[in-house]
């Protein structure tokens, strides 16, 4: 009876752990945080000396009567929109069976490619979907983030603002104030280190997919508990100042999903020369002049977004 009585407990302890460990991963709030500062301001200074305080070389020196007028605004038809800081080209793919959505940017500053918290809060389970959080912040693009508030490791560092410094096995992903990318391992920098260095954004999640312009990953390369097709987030470098957001369909009978390889090697052929894996599955969605672009879905039976963390975006 002892014995049966012991096998019981234990098998109610470990039920009651497991549940408390779930309930604690993906459902219980924890806010440490409010964002009481969108930027650092001192990250912000070194880019705007860095960019010319957001004049380009091209508009310091070009005649203005010799060039065609831009204009600015929303072009609907060829889901373009320009204005004097961005310009945002949005182009729709079919690679692998997979419906693939490519947002070519080109800005003035890389301080205009920004992130933002859910909820303007930085905490575990703190989350909202894109679109709301895009909303929030006056977005013209966004995509999903890394998903941070689903881990208690990894480096965060957001606009120039360090959230957490604990260190993760993950590729960090580093967007410096001169606009360039850097993929580091956590292990070659802290946090005070990459700020001094002059980081913008950090991401952890990955991995990296290309690098120097060449394919990192292979077939064997997957996501911890992803499947091999998936829906996929990522974004890409292209050269100076010119990025690509990009996000694919998947899980559904008309889209299939990519695998990392497949991703990395249309990232590459869009010509990236550095390309970086964000969290993917049902959190992969595009926002774009307030719309929804692609058919986000966690198991295919339903195209909805799922709430996440954070965002990347343009605005």
């Excluded at 913008?200 to 508990?225: H, I, K, M, Y």
Aim: proline content about 1%; overall charge negative; some cysteine.
């Amino acid at each position: 009876m002892k014995k049966y009585l012991f096998a019981v407990s234990f098998a109610s302890f470990l039920l009651i752990f497991t549940l408390i460990a779930v309930l604690s991963t993906f459902v219980i709030e924890r806010r440490f945080s409010v964002v009481t500062a969108d930027v650092n301001e001192s990250i912000v200074e070194i880019i705007d000396d860095l960019s010319g305080n957001g004049v380009t070389e091209t508009e310091s020196v070009t005649d203005s009567e010799s060039e065609p007028e831009t204009v600015y605004g929303y072009d609907a038809e060829n889901e373009t929109y320009t204005d004097e800081n961005y310009t945002i080209k949005l182009s729709r793919y079919t690679e692998n069976d997979t419906d693939i959505y490519v947002a070519d940017i080109t800005v003035s500053s890389v301080k205009y490619l920004k992130t933002a918290l859910a909820e303007n809060t930085y905490g575990r389970n703190i989350t909202s979907t894109t679109s709301e959080t895009a909303e929030e912040h006056g977005a013209v693009l966004a995509i999903n983030g890394d998903y941070y508030g689903s881990r208690e490791s990894g480096y965060v560092i957001r606009n120039g603002v360090v959230y957490r410094n604990t260190a993760s096995g993950n590729d960090v992903l580093c967007i410096m104030a001169d606009g360039s990318f850097m993929i580091v391992s956590s292990s070659e920098y802290t946090t005070d280190e990459l700020v001094e260095l002059g980081v913008w954004q950090a991401f952890c999640f990955g991995p990296g997919l290309v690098e120097n312009g060449l394919v990192t990953v292979d077939s064997d390369d997957e996501v911890g508990r992803a499947k091999a097709s998936n829906p996929r987030t990522a974004i890409g470098i292209i050269d100076e100042n010119h990025y690509v957001f990009v996000v694919s369909d998947g899980r559904t009978e008309e889209s299939e999903g990519l695998s990392l390889l497949e991703l990395a090697e249309f990232m590459q052929s869009l010509g990236v020369e550095t390309a970086y894996n964000l969290d993917g599955g049902g959190s992969s969605t595009m926002y774009f002049m307030g719309e929804i672009v692609n058919n986000p879905t966690t198991s295919g039976r339903k195209i909805s977004e799922r709430e996440v963390s954070d965002i990347v975006y343009i605005g």
